[in-house]
């Protein structure tokens, strides 16, 4: 059989931007009970891709650095580490306490390192690194949670954190990775429990598009889903996902898909320059234009200055 090309990391990434707050309630609750959520919260995104560069331990794409605050008042650094990986990694511990360390290095303050280990080896869950010499020892422990252990608790309708349907989405496509009809079927259940879940028509848009990007189907019967769900909504009279936000989504022009590819242009640039002109970053953030950014991108691993990659932009 075929198997069938999954994307994990980009919509886990755009999940945690869109849902945090749920994401830290329904993984580790009792680190979510701590946070005071009334004083927000902040992506540190730039930042945390610079640790990682320092680091040069490579790009890990669905990770964030977020700045909350406890309930007792005080400011923390809380580092979410999300791996999409389908198979072990021997230095998996050992990238999360050299970002800690790092992050520490950057802030001198505390900070809180969290796994999800996304995996399909049940055996596989590393939750600590340590190194010791001649009576210097390093003892680093993270908090981990394993998707594996979420099967069937994640399907259940009744659990309406958007996180449910994300990590039901996750495991169905891991595991029907060589049966398109399999994923069909889970693809059309999943889709269909978030009519049935609770959530608001902008939940239901945001998180239909989320799986639909991760679940995909082959030509041959990715139309017959669209026109399964088409059915649904007009028995349920909620013509939701086959909106204008849903044919965009059909066309591949997401903003996370967008804002991914700007962030890989001002990497690149930022990598091979150090220092950007505000307004340079700010024009590219604008640009609204898939195809445009692919080919900045490409100019921008071989362009000789910043101010050729201007006025190239300017162009």
């Known amino acids: 059989m075929t198997e069938q090309r999954a994307d994990y990391d980009n919509p886990w990434k755009e999940a945690l931007s869109l849902y945090f707050q749920p994401f830290m309630g329904f993984f580790f609750p009792e680190i979510d009970a701590n946070i005071n959520w009334s004083r927000g919260y902040e992506f540190l995104d730039k930042e945390f891709q610079q640790v990682v560069r320092d680091a040069e331990m490579g790009r890990r794409e669905a990770d964030k650095l977020v700045k909350v605050w406890r309930r007792d008042g005080a400011e923390i650094w809380v580092l979410i580490h999300v791996e999409i990986q389908s198979q072990a990694s021997s230095d998996f511990a050992e990238r999360m306490y050299v970002y800690n360390y790092r992050i520490f290095d950057m802030y001198r303050r505390s900070v809180v390192s969290l796994a999800v280990l996304a995996d399909d080896q049940d055996s596989w869950r590393p939750n600590r690194y340590n190194?010791?010499?001649?009576?210097?020892?390093v003892d680093f422990l993270f908090p981990t949670v394993k998707l594996l252990d979420y099967k069937g608790r994640s399907e259940s309708v009744a659990n309406n954190n958007p996180f449910a349907v994300i990590v039901a989405a996750h495991l169905t496509t891991q595991q029907t990775n060589q049966d398109p009809s399999g994923r069909y079927e889970g693809k059309l259940r999943i889709a269909k429990s978030l009519y049935q879940r609770g959530y608001s028509r902008q939940d239901i848009l945001e998180l239909f598009r989320l799986i639909d990007w991760m679940m995909s189907l082959p030509e041959s019967i990715e139309s017959e889903f669209k026109q399964e769900i088409r059915n649904f909504e007009e028995d349920l009279q909620m013509p939701y996902v086959t909106s204008v936000?849903?044919?965009?989504?059909?066309?591949?022009?997401s903003e996370g898909v967008l804002q991914q590819k700007r962030e890989d242009v001002i990497e690149v640039l930022e990598v091979r320059f150090e220092v950007l002109p505000d307004e340079l970053v700010e024009k590219i953030n604008q640009i609204e234009d898939l195809e445009l950014l692919k080919t900045l991108l490409r100019r921008a691993i071989t362009i000789g200055s910043v101010a050729n990659f201007q006025g190239l932009l300017e162009q």
Do not use: F
């Not at 190194?131 to 020892?137: D, F, H, I, V």
């Open 131 to 137: 190194n010791e010499l001649w009576g210097c020892r």
């Open 245 to 253: 936000e849903r044919l965009a989504r059909q066309e591949g022009i």
